[in-house]
Antibody, heavy 119, light 104 residues
Framework: QVQLVQSGAEVKKPGASVKVSCKAS????????IHWLRQAPGQGLEWMGW????????RYAQKFLGRVTMTRDTSISTADMELIPLTSDDTAIYYC????????????WGQGTLVTVSS | DLTQPPSVSVSPGQTGTITCSGD??????VYWYQQKAGQSPQLVIY???KRPSGIPERFSGSNSGDKATLIIAGTQAMDESDYYC?????????FGSGTTVTVL
């Protein structure tokens, strides 16, 4: 079955970087966009951007331009999201999710990765 | 901006209605996600009114004018969750602020 398995929780200091990984299985990795979203404590969902594993093309939300980098390694069906520099406002659960290339619904989500930014 | 009521209360077995309002929303496809406490979101409605495989028939959706609606018919205790509407606009995903559905 389709699975998106994310890397474990992280604790970072302000100014540092974080890289969250998302390993896909159960489907053809290059046929779906991987999106990254986050959810601050007690808050709603915020979209960060996507990467298309087939080509490596990316699109980032305006808010994160210059701070986020999304990459992929098709040989191991893994997508990564790196965010730098971190502030306390980046404390959130980060999700990877997939969207079919020919559709628009987010049909599968990772389990989430808690990133805590604290001095 | 997508506007959702912060909370909706529904009695078991009754119909719950969650709205999502936005300018000319009816011109876009709306997606609905259910997020139970401590879990990742799950798609319950896509393309305004389609249900993914495995989603109970009691979930339905509509979208017209400036408002989309998620309806839960015969609400069950397991439906107690946060619900988010979402649209795409110029390749960017926008989410509503979420509605907490309480079944009591």
């Amino acid at each position: 079955q389709v699975q998106l398995v994310q890397s474990g929780a992280e604790v970072k200091k302000p100014g540092a970087s974080v890289k969250v990984s998302c390993k896909a299985s159960g489907y053809t990795f290059t046929d779906y966009h991987i999106h990254w979203l986050r959810q601050a404590p007690g808050q709603g969902l915020e979209w960060m951007g996507w990467i298309y594993p087939n080509s490596g093309a990316t699109r980032y939300a305006q808010k994160f331009l210059g701070r986020v980098t999304m990459t992929r390694d098709t040989s191991i069906s893994t997508a990564d999201m790196e965010l730098i520099p971190l502030t306390s406002d980046d404390t959130a659960i980060y999700y990877c999710a997939r969207v079919p290339s020919s559709a628009a619904e987010i049909d599968s989500w990772g389990q989430g990765t808690l990133v805590t930014v604290s001095s | 901006d997508l506007t959702q009521p912060p909370s909706v209360s529904v009695s078991p077995g009754q119909t719950g209605t969650i709205t999502c309002s936005g300018d000319r929303l009816g011109r876009k496809y709306v997606y609905w996600y259910q997020q139970k406490a401590g879990q990742s979101p799950q798609l319950v409605i896509y393309d305004d009114k389609k249900r993914p495989s495995g989603i109970p028939e009691r979930f339905s959706g509509s979208n017209s004018g400036d408002k989309a609606t998620l309806i839960i018919a015969g609400t069950q205790a397991m439906d107690e969750s946060d619900y988010y509407c979402q649209v795409w606009d110029n390749g960017i995903a926008y989410f509503g602020s979420g509605t907490t559905v309480t079944v009591l």
